[in-house]
């Protein structure tokens, strides 16, 4: 007999993710669903991670991560951020961003503690706060921009808040928060106990001229924050799971009390030759530039289908609406679309716990260009 247990999360089931890639797999579908890149990634970062091993860095590197590694991401963040970061107190490595968000959470939460979360949210962050017994205090965002009501948030805030959650450039949507936004988040949490969770895993996945509004800019606001990153979504090698968290001494020691018993140290091969590579500015400055070149060509591609985009301002994603096409719910149409005309995506309503469903649905675009062309070919069809 299987004893029975008690689940941690009765609510959830596998992730969309998950659940459309093995469609579009079962269904020989092109995949612009899942946020990950079809295209190489560059081979000089493969040639010093083969480098490394040869070299013989083989074994564990210290909890915190590869010193020269936190190193050179520490002087990256001074020179692009003006940002004071210390690499042995500030940062820790970790096995992807997505980790590095779990592991603030869970060092912080305590049951009862109210999160504010933004929906559409990145599918981990809800489920993350309910493991630690806290409460997901749900704000949608506004549609069809999905920019932050301030005022709604404020009018969310109680004595329990213990967290609030931003991520820009933003999963699924493609938008990206101003600088008036870090003023009204300054507003919000001036003078209370409540801390920033910042996802900017897309950091450099920008468009449009647009500056990407790190919390690393903000003395203020670090003294409360952990910033996450991924080195996945940077260097095209989403594979990889490596990514990092910024924080402050107090609350990064915090951090590593819980990381050190749960993934300890993360793959050092990568680590090392990372350290090298991120030193050149031009392995990642180049990034926006490239992925706008990818969105503006599937935008142009896309001009003769009956989809109608929304904007999208960094990130691997763009939105579309299908109401020229059809009125059935977001993941039927989804599906459908898997299934019938053989492209996969996203429906938005997956990103929000009560399925809020503005018929809209997202497609990847960080493919190459025959990918893109494959899919448009059959989206012609509708
Ligand atoms: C908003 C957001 N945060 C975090 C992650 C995860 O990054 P990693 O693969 O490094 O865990 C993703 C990946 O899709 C994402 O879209």
Not at 68 to 91: M, S, V
Request: glycine share 6%; with cysteine.
């Amino acid at each position: 007999m299987i004893p029975s247990i008690q689940s941690k999360l009765p609510e959830v089931g596998t992730t969309i993710f998950t659940v459309m890639s093995g469609l579009a797999a079962e269904h020989h579908a092109v995949n612009l669903g899942q946020g990950f890149p079809d295209y190489p990634m560059n081979a000089e970062l493969t040639s010093l991670v083969d480098k490394a091993m040869r070299d013989g860095y083989n074994q564990y590197v210290p909890m915190q991560g590869y010193m020269p590694l936190r190193e050179a991401i520490a002087e990256k963040a001074g020179k692009l951020y003006g940002a004071e970061i210390h690499p042995g107190t500030d940062i820790t490595i970790t096995p992807g961003g997505t980790y590095a968000i779990y592991t603030a959470l869970t060092t912080v939460l305590q049951p009862g503690d109210e999160v504010i979360v933004f929906e559409p949210a990145y599918d981990s962050y809800i489920p993350n706060i309910e493991i630690n017994g806290a409460v997901a205090v749900r704000l949608p965002l506004r549609y069809p921009d999905y920019s932050i009501d301030w005022q709604l948030v404020r009018a969310s805030v109680t004595s329990r808040t213990r967290m609030i959650m931003i991520n820009s450039p933003h999963n699924p949507t493609g938008a990206v928060l101003r600088e008036t936004d870090i003023q009204e988040l300054r507003k919000v949490v001036k003078d209370t106990q409540i801390l920033i969770l910042s996802d900017e895993v897309y950091e450099h996945l920008i468009f449009d001229g647009v500056q990407h509004e790190s919390i690393l800019k903000y003395p203020d606001l670090m003294e409360r924050a952990f910033v996450c990153f991924s080195f996945g979504k940077v260097y095209h090698c989403t594979g990889w799971k490596l990514g990092y968290c910024i924080s402050n001494a107090a609350l990064m020691a915090e951090f590593r009390k819980v990381h050190q018993y749960n993934c300890f140290s993360c793959h050092t091969p990568s680590q090392v030759a990372l350290a090298t590579f991120i030193r050149d500015g031009e392995t990642y400055l180049g990034l926006g530039n490239f992925l706008q070149e990818k969105r503006d060509y599937f935008i142009r591609s896309m001009a003769a289908t009956k989809f109608d985009l929304l904007h999208s301002y960094g990130s691997y994603f763009i939105c579309a609406k299908y109401h020229r096409i059809s009125r059935e719910n977001d993941t039927g149409f989804a599906t459908r679309l898997t299934m019938e005309n053989k492209v996969a995506t996203i429906p938005v309503s997956a990103f929000y716990k009560e399925g809020t469903d503005n018929q809209v649905i997202r497609f990847c675009f960080a493919k190459k260009q025959e990918t893109i062309d494959a899919a448009v070919e059959k989206l012609l069809l509708l």
